[in-house]
């Protein structure tokens, strides 16, 4: 695709109810990045994902968080048990061999 | 571990000032800086970067960067603000080696006055 496009772009759940969040990156990407953004707060990274290699888990908050990325394309963020701060703007970036990284326009998760 | 403080949370200018925007990082090698602009409830998108080379770095949008290594600094400027430039504004920092995983600031809000 011409961008990268992350769907919902917003998402009001019930605390405890899980949720997924997709991210399509650009077309032939290798590496791919989950980023939370909080209110008020800088990105906060989550997971990267980088060709066929294992993902760099390093910055899941909790082992409710998980992703995968199937096909080396789209990825797939799944948080469980979601509590009341995971409320937050979830962004997905991907990259290609330069070091910028290109994003979509985030997921807006709200948790009641 | 790489680091970025962007010092001022909030900025305020009136149309046609010149602007500013701090930016200082964490790194111990030659480190990739970036400069993303975040509209609200849009993604980021990218200003400009700086990768080696010439230390002064021209980006979209009328935005120029410069590399200071003696000052660990990565400041934005622009001659001339324009009201469309109010946005809130991230410096990041990624690294030359290992695995790459940019770092970004807390970001700073421009407000532009007319």
């Known amino acids: 695709g011409a961008g990268v496009s992350q769907s919902p772009s917003n998402k009001v759940t019930e605390k405890g109810k899980d949720v997924e969040l997709r991210c399509d990156p650009i077309?032939?990407?290798?590496?791919l990045y989950w980023y939370r953004q909080s209110l008020g707060q800088g990105l906060e990274f989550l997971i990267y994902?980088?060709?066929?290699?294992?993902?760099?888990k390093s910055g899941l908050p909790s082992d409710r968080f998980s992703a995968e990325r199937t096909g080396g394309s789209v990825s797939t963020l799944t948080i469980q048990r979601t509590q009341q701060e995971d409320s937050a703007v979830y962004l997905c970036?991907?990259?290609?061999?330069?070091?910028?990284?290109?994003f979509g326009e985030g997921s807006r998760l709200t948790v009641l | 571990a790489q680091s970025v403080t962007q010092p001022d949370i909030h900025i305020t200018v009136s149309e046609g000032a010149s602007l500013e925007l701090r930016c200082n990082y964490s790194?111990?090698?030659?480190?990739?800086l970036f400069w993303y602009v975040q509209s609200p409830g849009q993604g980021l998108q990218l200003l400009l970067k700086?990768?080696?080379?010439?230390?002064l770095v021209q980006g979209i949008k009328g935005f120029e960067a410069e590399f200071k290594r003696s000052q660990s600094s990565f400041n934005l400027r622009k001659p001339s603000v324009h009201w469309s430039d109010a946005a809130e504004y991230f410096c990041?920092?990624?690294?030359?080696?290992?695995?790459?995983?940019?770092?970004f600031g807390r970001g700073t809000s421009l407000i532009v006055h007319p």
């Open positions: 990041a920092v990624g690294s030359s080696g290992g695995s790459y995983i940019p770092t």
């Open positions: 994902f980088q060709g066929n290699s294992a993902p760099d």
């Open positions: 790194y111990g090698a030659t480190p990739y």
């Open positions: 970036a991907s990259r290609l061999y330069t070091g910028e990284l290109f």
């Open positions: 077309s032939g990407h290798t590496a």
């Open positions: 700086y990768f080696s080379g010439d230390t």
